[in-house]
């Protein structure tokens, strides 16, 4: 992952938290004055959201506030929240939705926040990120990250995400969350992110340009692997890999992988099942003398043991086929931390491709338990 600290930015998002959040001279409605208007804004929206919320002294509330989103058919209020998108820019802003603990302020939420962009699973690469801005107060803070993510045609998709949490009073806590798609951007979306800059009193920092352009470099040469996150642990699959949805059972926790989300041909998928993740760490010797418990005969499926012929570090691994009428399943169980999981592939009855057990090597090379 690549990481680049822009401290001028960072600067400017504190001056612009600070110095913006009383409105200045203007007129119009802002966050901080709550005026209502119409007709304010060409390119955004009054909505108004009930919140019902605990305070900090654990009593029950219920008042309205009133938040300007992007004009849009979109648009929409749900629990403590209002939602919008149009012209490239998604706003989703709410009160009171973040409860700040005794000890926590706005920074601590946008860290919070940080941390669960970054561990997307749809992120190809950070291309740039800020650092948490924030006042003296802890009041108001902010965070921006340029980020290539995978789009519905297996493209890198430049999305620019800003958050910003301020604290009002001790009873009004504000969170805006704003993502911004490059390539969905047109002639508005600059007036737009001006009026959302003016009324919330944040410096967004958006660059369509330099958006655009990484996203063209990305596509022109995307890294070989990529990074998927399965609900506990991750691991690399091909870059031109993607989850096949229809084959896998997220319930069951059976995870299919293949060109461009299609896993159904032979010698070209990676199939990966946790058979638990609750046991101890194994050794190899034990992992391979306990197996025929694991996999239970049943049918005309059979599990035939073998020795390893792959070794990857701090993992106990064998090798596995299992067997059916005119197919198996042939890879590598492995047991690291809490996790027994089978790396394999679906092939014919011919010799596993070398090709495909590179890509399951690679995968449990690379398999780390996130928690």
Known sequence: MEKIVKAAISIL?????????????????TLANQKSDENAYENLMEMTVVAESTNKKGEEETGSFLFYVPKSKYADVYNNSAYS?????????????YLFEEGEFADDVVKYMKEGILSDSYILKV???????????????????????????????AI????????????QRIVVR?????????????????EIEEYYGIEIGFNLDEATKAQEEFNANPP????????GFSFEIPFAYSIDYDMSDYT?????????????????????????SESTQYTSEELKADIEDLFTESGEDV??????????????????KLSGNSEYLDGYIVSYKNYVVYFATITDLTETDQQQLDVIHKAIDTFVVEY
Not at 13 to 29: D, H, R, Y
Not at 303 to 320: E, G, H, M, P, Y
């Open 178 to 194: 704003i993502s911004i798609t490059a390539s969905e951007c047109n002639k508005l979306t600059d007036p737009m992110i001006k």
């Open 303 to 320: 599990a035939k043991v073998l020795d390893s012929d792959f070794i990857s570090q701090d993992k106990a691994i064998i090798r596995c």
């Open 252 to 276: 069951e926790d059976d995870f299919a992988f293949g060109p461009k989300g299609n896993a159904n041909s032979y010698n070209n998928n990676l199939q990966v099942m946790v058979i638990t």
């Open 127 to 157: 291309v740039s990120e800020s650092e948490i801005a924030v006042d003296e107060e802890r009041n108001n803070a902010s965070y921006s990250a340029l980020v290539i993510e995978e789009n519905y045609d297996y493209m890198g998709e």
């Open 85 to 97: 998108s149009e012209n490239g820019v998604t706003l989703d802003v709410s009160i009171n939705d």
């Open 160 to 171: 620019y995400n800003f958050f910003a949490a301020k604290e009002l009073s001790p009873n």
């Open 224 to 231: 070989e692997t990529k990074r998927y996150d399965a609900f």
């Open 13 to 29: 998002m504190i001056v612009g938290l600070v110095g913006c959040s009383g409105g200045g001279t203007s007129n119009k409605p």
